[in-house]
C-alpha cells in the first residue's frame, strides 16, 4: 500500500511537471513572453520610467510646482504636476515633467504652483486611452490614442528649505 501511494506520487509530480513544462513551452511557441507588452497598430511598446531608475524604487525627487499654464497642454488641465530638475542627487540635464499622486490616507498637501518641493516616493503609471483596432468592435469616439502616462507616487514630502536651495544651486 505504501508502495502505491509513494509510486503514484511520483508519477502524479512527474506528470505535473511535464504539463508545467509542455504548457510554459507552449507559451513560448504562441509569442508569449514572460514580460508584458503593450501592442497597437505600431506594434510593440516598451515602457521607460521618465525618471531614470526603474518603475517602483523609491527615489527622491526637487522640483517646482507647475500647472497646466506653464505646459500649454490641453490634457494637463486639473493634473498635479512637478517640473523635476533633480533625482536623489542628481541633476537633470532637462527637467522633466510629471503628475503627481498622492495616497488620501497619507494628508500629504501639495503645494501651489510655482513652489519649489522635495518629495519621496516612486514612479508608476498605467495605460489609458482605446487601441486603434477597437474602433471596429465599438463607435469611433474622440479619444487619446492607447498609450502609458508615467505619475509620481508621493509618500513623503522633504524639508522645504533643503530643496529651496538645491534649486537655487547652493549644493551640487
Do not use: C
Not at 508502495?3 to 509530480?13: D, E, K, P
Not at 522640483?63 to 490634457?75: A, C
Not at 488641465?77 to 515633467?97: A, C, S
Not at 469616439?141 to 537655487?168: G, P, W
Amino acid at each position: 500500500m505504501k508502495l502505491t501511494l509513494i509510486a503514484a506520487a511520483l508519477i502524479g509530480g512527474l506528470v505535473g511537471s511535464t504539463i508545467t513544462y509542455s504548457l510554459t513551452n507552449r507559451l513560448g511557441d504562441l509569442g508569449f513572453s514572460k514580460r508584458t507588452r503593450a501592442v497597437d497598430e505600431n506594434g510593440p511598446t516598451s515602457l521607460t520610467p521618465l525618471l531614470g531608475p526603474e518603475f517602483g524604487k523609491t527615489i527622491e525627487i526637487e522640483g517646482k510646482i507647475v500647472d497646466d499654464t506653464d505646459t500649454r497642454y490641453k490634457e494637463d488641465v486639473g493634473k498635479e504636476l512637478i517640473e523635476v530638475y533633480r533625482v536623489d542627487d542628481v541633476k537633470l540635464t532637462k527637467p522633466v515633467v510629471i503628475e503627481l499622486s498622492n495616497f488620501s490616507f497619507t494628508r500629504i498637501e501639495i503645494p501651489t504652483r510655482g513652489t519649489k518641493v522635495r518629495f519621496r516616493g516612486y514612479e508608476t503609471g498605467e495605460f489609458t486611452g482605446i487601441p486603434m483596432k477597437a474602433f471596429k468592435d465599438i463607435p469611433s469616439v474622440a479619444t487619446a490614442k492607447f498609450h502609458f502616462e508615467s505619475r509620481f507616487q508621493i509618500t513623503k514630502r522633504l524639508n522645504i528649505e533643503e530643496a529651496e536651495q538645491i534649486m537655487d544651486g547652493n549644493r551640487e
